[in-house]
């Protein structure tokens, strides 16, 4: 059963920086895709970011440019580092496979992005 614990969220003014991470169990991590996504009250969860096993990235428009996801294999952790923050990104965050998986969503960590 993969288990995924986020953390790194909080309070950031506009212009800001995060630092996201993702510590994964459950899985031969190396080859797995990971990706992040977010939700905000009474929208969809939405995609943001994937790493694949061969460090390949994609992004949302939305994020590109601002936004870079990472991985360190031997921590089986995923990252997101999140500069130039606006007030939009504000969401809670999750990691999950890619394509997600329903039974492997973790509890997130809220990111507020407010002055």
């Known amino acids: 059963q993969v288990q995924v614990v986020e953390s790194g969220g909080g309070l950031v003014q506009p212009g800001g920086s995060l630092r996201l991470s993702c510590a994964v169990s459950g899985t031969t991590f190396r080859y797995t895709v990971m990706g992040w996504y977010r939700q905000t009250p009474g929208k969809e969860r939405e995609w943001v970011a994937t790493?694949?096993?061969?460090?390949?990235?994609m992004y949302a428009d939305s994020v590109k440019g601002r936004f870079t996801i990472s991985r360190a294999n031997p921590a089986n952790t995923v990252y997101l580092q999140m500069n130039k923050l606006k007030p939009e990104d504000t969401a809670v965050y999750y990691c999950?496979?890619?394509?997600?998986?329903?039974?492997?969503w973790g509890q997130g960590t809220q990111v507020t992005v407010s002055s």
């Open positions: 999950n496979l890619v394509p997600a998986n329903s039974a492997y």
């Open positions: 790493i694949t096993a061969g460090f390949t990235t």
